[in-house]
Nanobody, 126 residues
């Protein structure tokens, strides 16, 4: 499974961005996979942001609830992260990840994902 993330950039606090992730692979059946977004700021560990399970359940990190929305388009094999009301503390490299469908708890765990994209930089200035 290959993952291509895009949509990052430099924005001001309060602005919005939409990240996209396009998974692909010869035997990849998108609907059977949970998709997650994670982020890593300089000097910090990679952390969970949001996930969408194969059945459409969407857990979020407390820090982004009400501001970020994850969605998927199974027909297009795409997953999105709409980020509104961005804050400087949202600055990080954002990664999309994929794993075979499982529990909601597992979908929130960094070490549960075997497939990762290359990351896209999001920088929010104050």
């Amino acid at each position: 499974v290959q993952l291509q993330a895009s949509g990052g950039g430099l924005v001001q606090a309060g602005d919005s961005l939409r990240l996209s992730c396009a998974p692909s692979g010869r035997t990849f059946t998108f609907s059977r996979y949970d998709m997650g977004w994670f982020r890593q700021a300089p000097g910090k560990e990679r952390e969970f942001v949001a996930a969408i399970t194969g059945s459409g359940i969407t857990p979020y990190a407390d820090s982004v609830k009400g501001r970020f929305t994850i969605s998927r388009d199974n027909a297009k094999n795409m997953v999105y992260l709409q980020m509104n009301s961005l804050k400087p503390e949202d600055t990080a490299v954002y990664y999309c990840a994929a794993k075979l469908a499982g529990s909601v708890f597992a979908a929130m765990q960094t070490n549960g994902y075997p497939y990762w994209g290359q990351g896209t930089q999001v920088t929010v200035s104050s």
